[in-house]
Nanobody
C-alpha cells in the first residue's frame, strides 16, 4: 500500500518559516517526480514546487527565492522549506508522487497539511 504522509504544517506569522516533510512508503520515491501542491479555499490546486527523479527542480513564480524543494532518497522523504511566508501562502499543501513507466501512469497523493500565515 502506497502512502505519502505530510507533516510540518501549522500557523506562522508573516515573514516566518516552515519546513514541510513528505514521507513515502510503499514506493521508492527516488524513482518518482515529487511535487508539492497547494489549494486555498475556493481556489484550484496549483503546483508549488517539483523535483524530478533527476534532481531538476522548478517552482511557481510567486514562491521562487523563498521556497526550496529537496529530497533525501535514503529516507524516502521530500521536503519543502518555506521562508518569508506571506498570507497568500495560506493553503492546504499536498505531496504528490508521479511516474510514467512502460506507458502506465502512477500518481499518488498525500492527505494534505494546513499552512496558515497570519498576524
Amino acid at each position: 500500500q502506497v502512502q505519502l504522509v505530510e507533516s510540518g504544517g501549522g500557523s506562522v506569522q508573516p515573514g516566518g518559516s516552515l519546513r514541510l516533510s513528505c514521507a513515502a512508503s510503499g514506493i521508492s520515491s527516488r524513482l518518482y517526480d515529487m511535487g508539492w501542491y497547494r489549494q486555498a479555499p475556493g481556489e484550484r490546486r496549483e503546483l508549488v514546487a517539483q523535483i524530478t527523479s533527476g534532481y531538476r527542480s522548478n517552482y511557481l513564480d510567486s514562491v521562487k527565492e523563498r521556497f526550496t524543494i529537496s529530497r533525501d532518497n535514503a529516507k524516502n522523504t521530500v521536503y519543502l522549506q518555506m521562508n518569508s511566508l506571506k498570507p497568500e501562502d495560506t493553503a492546504v499543501y499536498y505531496c504528490n508522487g508521479h511516474r510514467i513507466l512502460a506507458g502506465k501512469e502512477f500518481d499518488y497523493w498525500g492527505q494534505g497539511t494546513q499552512v496558515t500565515v497570519s498576524s
